[in-house]
Structure formats: structure tokens, C-alpha cells
């Protein structure tokens, strides 16, 4: 459960003190803040299902400090090692098949077989876990279903100041991380993220097919309804209507309401950056409905597309993230 008398850690020593002792702490990565609680203690898992009301069914990443540790807990084929030293530390995550006997807490992977784990680029997340001396299992810090936060603020605001959360300052890259998986001799997306597609195929030298709409939940995020603002969403919207705020991208386009523009030049790594604050301060002014502009497909595009279309969904009170 949330503990009552909420102590907001200002070092990182002072977060692995609470995280050692079985409680949940929210921490800063690149990506977006991690709701953070040590991965071999059931019990503290379960704390962070609870605060963020997040569906059982629906596993967690690991983060680990270096790759020494994410060794004790997966098995690596040569192509996972591939990917891995191509890109961690960083925004990705690795689902891999389970050692036995790894100690991590059977709640963690919601009965499958794999493992998603990631090394984090921001070096407070390393220091952290290195400190707690556990892997640490963290999905993002917001009640589930809602907006990812990239600010330590957004994380005492979602859960009205009852987690402890060590400020890092703003993310880097303001999306989540990119989920990749080993298909024999393919790697897969399974999730869009901070880490566009076309960047890993490029890197890798060898095609990086999504996994389809629809499939299986075998990986975090992969629920419809997801990253959600309180405020019901528009999509491709060039004319917003009266009462509506407006998130825009490129230009500047004139619009009497609430607006904020995810990148006034179009770059899409801007763009990515701010989403999630964008559509925190836009769901906060009150506005009827959020209109977003079209924003590109291609690039981190995919990604920030993924998040807005899963925000527009229609609302299932069951699928939460």
C-alpha cells in the first residue's frame, strides 16, 4: 500500500533506503519516472500494482544497473547480445526467457516465461539500483491507464503527493521506452518507444518488423487504452472546435484557446520530448476536449502516433496499463 507520511527523498542514497526496506519510490530515467520497488520482493511489487491500480495481467520492466545483472536474470543468445551492446544503456527493453531460479518475484512477469529487462541511460537510475543492490521493477509513475510523467512534479500531482519520488529533473526523451524481442534469428518490436524503429533496423543492419495490433499481451504497454489524459482526445484535427485546447506541431498556427505545440520547427525528437507534459498541462485547463494536429508517421512519429492513438481510445475501465 502507499505509505501515509510521504517523505520525498532528496538523494539517491536516501530513495535506495526506502526501496531496501520494501517500500515503493518513484525515480527519474530518460525515458519517463519509473514507480520503482525492488523486483525480488513480492510483497513490494505488489505495492506498485496497487498504487497505480494496474491490472495484474499486464508484467513489468526490470531495470538493472549494468549487464552483469541483467545476466543473472535472462538468457542472452548471441543476437540478444548483439542488440543489447548496440543499445544500453538507453530507452530499450529486452524480453528474454527467464533463468531459473532468478529470484525475481513471480508477480513481476504476470506468469510468462520472459522477462522484460533494460539498462537506463540516466545515470541517477544506474546509481540508484547499483545502491539498492536489487533489480528493480518499474513501470511508469502515474495511475494506471493515465499520462506518463516526465516530470517529478507530474508523479506527486497523479498520486497527490503519496509517493516518494527522487527529482531528477525532466526526462531526456519524454516517451517510453521501445520494447524489442528474439524471434530465432529476428528481432521484433512488440512496442513502440523513445527508440524509433527505423534507427534499430539501421543499427542492426537487418529488418525490425512491429508485431501486429491485437496480439497477445507479452510485454508492457501493449494494452488499447493506455497514456491517457482526463480529457477525451481528437486526432488529425487541423480546425479545432470552440471549447477545445489545442496540441499542435509545426507552424504557428493561430488558435484563441488553450494550446501548446509539441514542436514549432517539426522536429519530431522535440516533439516526442514534450508530448506527455504537453497533454498534462492541456488536460489541466479545463477545456471540453483535446484537438490534436496530424503529426508524421515516420521516425519517433511512430511512436508519438502509438501514444495518441492509444489516448484517443474509447475508455475501458477494465484495460489499464
Same mark, same amino acid.
Given at each position: ?140 509513475? *502515474?495511475?494506471?491507464?493515465? !499520462?506518463?510523467?516526465?516530470? +517529478? %512534479? ?8 503519496? @509517493? #516518494? ?108 520530448? *514534450?508530448?506527455?507534459?504537453? !497533454?498534462?498541462?492541456?488536460? +489541466? %485547463? ?8 496530424? @503529426? #508524421? ?25
Amino acid at each position: 500500500m502507499i505509505i501515509s507520511a510521504t517523505i520525498h527523498p532528496t538523494t539517491i542514497q536516501e530513495a535506495a533506503a526506502i526501496l531496501r526496506e520494501g517500500q515503493i519510490c518513484a525515480f527519474p530515467t530518460e525515458t519517463v519516472y519509473g514507480l520503482g520497488a525492488d523486483a525480488t520482493n513480492a510483497d513490494a511489487v505488489l505495492n506498485v500494482y496497487q498504487a497505480k491500480g494496474r491490472p495484474r495481467f499486464n508484467p513489468l520492466i526490470v531495470h538493472c544497473a549494468d549487464l552483469a545483472m541483467a545476466r543473472q536474470l535472462v538468457v542472452f543468445s548471441p543476437l540478444a547480445e548483439k542488440v543489447a551492446a548496440a543499445f544500453w544503456p538507453g530507452p530499450m527493453s529486452l524480453v528474454l526467457p527467464m533463468l531459473p531460479d532468478n529470484g525475481i518475484a513471480d508477480i513481476v512477469t504476470a506468469g510468462l516465461p520472459t522477462l522484460a529487462i533494460r539498462i537506463p541511460a540516466h545515470p541517477a537510475a544506474r546509481e540508484l539500483i547499483a545502491a539498492v543492490g536489487k533489480p528493480l521493477a518499474a513501470p511508469s509513475a *502515474n495511475p494506471s491507464g493515465r !499520462l506518463s510523467p516526465t516530470r +517529478a %512534479s507530474e508523479v506527486i500531482s497523479g498520486f497527490d503527493g503519496q @509517493v #516518494p519520488v527522487l527529482d531528477g529533473g525532466p526526462c531526456h526523451a519524454g516517451l517510453e521506452s521501445t520494447i524489442l524481442a528474439i524471434d530465432g534469428e529476428a528481432v521484433v518490436q512488440l512496442r513502440t518507444g523513445a527508440l524509433a524503429r527505423d534507427d534499430i533496423a539501421e543499427t542492426l543492419g537487418m529488418p525490425v518488423p512491429a508485431i501486429g495490433e491485437g496480439s497477445a499481451i507479452t510485454a508492457p504497454g501493449m494494452l488499447l487504452n493506455h497514456y491517457a489524459p482526463k480529457t477525451d482526445i481528437r486526432l488529425d484535427v487541423i480546425s479545432p472546435e470552440a471549447g477545445e485546447a489545442y496540441l499542435a506541431f509545426g507552424g504557428e498556427p493561430v488558435f484563441d484557446g488553450p494550446m501548446r505545440n509539441l514542436s514549432p520547427s517539426g522536429d519530431l525528437r522535440e516533439a516526442a520530448r *514534450n508530448l506527455f507534459t504537453c !497533454l498534462h498541462e492541456l488536460d +489541466a %485547463s479545463g477545456a471540453t476536449g483535446i484537438a490534436v494536429a496530424p @503529426v #508524421p508517421f515516420q521516425g519517433l512519429g511512430e511512436a508519438i502516433n502509438d501514444r495518441l492513438q492509444r489516448a484517443a481510445a474509447p475508455r475501458d475501465p477494465v484495460a489499464k496499463a
